[in-house]
């Protein structure tokens, strides 16, 4: 079993460089990538679950954090969906070879299928083996954010720019910030259909106070072109992050794999 090698990344332009750290495990095709939720980062424990598994399998496995995130550069305020899904989109082209199976919990769901667009629209839909998308809070800052703010909150954004949003996952709150809420506007599914060209695999708790199954569900519906599987789990929140659950994770992945095979042999 290789180990996981860590490297550091520059993504953007002048005025804008970040660096961007990257673990990357050696190993066979499809290859595992694992994009991470918001305010998360890539040692939390789905994550390396996943890497650990790759790795006793001889698969590969690249895991990184978005800017503000992690072990990598810039700050959190500075953070948008533009700037999260051209840090996933480097990484996937320079660090991965051969089909991957991208897989995406919370905000990475959203950005695995952004990123699943973009590869298509750019001629590279062949590095797309599948997706695993856990709990995948597509359109989160209109959806799950902006939607949800009460008058207060949307006031304080537009007049400071920022708002604390208490958080259950960390010590402090979380700051959201009216670039965050503006940049992710222009990358809205909304109710169009989404075709990624590749099998998916959703994981959702019917507990999650975050992102609702009903979103899930209806994630599911605008996948209608896809192989699609919607997988709720009955007592399962939103980190479904328990023994139990980084099993189903391995299963989907898993299923995936041998998908993958069989296009292969076929």
Request: with cysteine.
């Amino acid at each position: 079993m290789s180990d996981a090698v860590l490297n550091s990344l520059s993504v953007g332009e002048s005025g804008d460089i970040r660096d961007i750290a990257v673990l990357q495990r050696s190993g066979k095709a499809p290859g595992l990538v694992w994009l991470g939720g918001f305010k998360s980062d890539m040692d939390g424990t789905k994550a390396v679950a996943l890497d650990r598994w790759a790795g006793r399998q001889g698969y590969g496995c690249t895991r990184f954090d978005y800017s503000g995130h992690g072990r990598s550069g810039s700050t959190f305020e500075d953070g948008t969906i533009s700037r999260w899904l051209a840090e996933s989109l480097t990484v996937i082209r320079r660090f991965t070879a051969g089909p991957q199976i991208l897989v995406g919990s919370s905000m990475g769901g959203w950005l695995a299928l952004l990123a699943a667009r973009a590869l298509r629209a750019a001629g590279e839909g062949e590095r797309l083996a599948g997706m695993v998308l856990i709990a995948p809070a597509v359109d989160m800052t209109q959806d799950l954010m902006w939607n949800r703010f009460d008058d207060r909150a949307k006031a304080e954004l537009a007049e400071t720019g920022r708002f604390s949003r208490p958080s259950d996952y960390d010590d402090g709150p979380y700051i959201i910030t009216r670039l965050l809420i503006e940049d992710g506007r222009s990358h809205l599914f909304g109710e169009r259909p989404i075709e990624t060209g590749c099998p998916v695999h959703i994981l959702q708790g019917k507990q999650d106070v975050d992102v609702p199954w009903s979103h899930a569900a209806g994630l599911m519906e605008r996948l209608a072109h896809d192989d699609a599987v919607l997988t709720l789990v009955a007592d399962g929140d939103h980190r479904l992050s328990r023994p139990e659950d980084i099993e189903r994770m391995i299963r989907a992945v898993e299923g995936l794999i041998d998908r993958s095979a069989d296009r292969t042999d076929g």
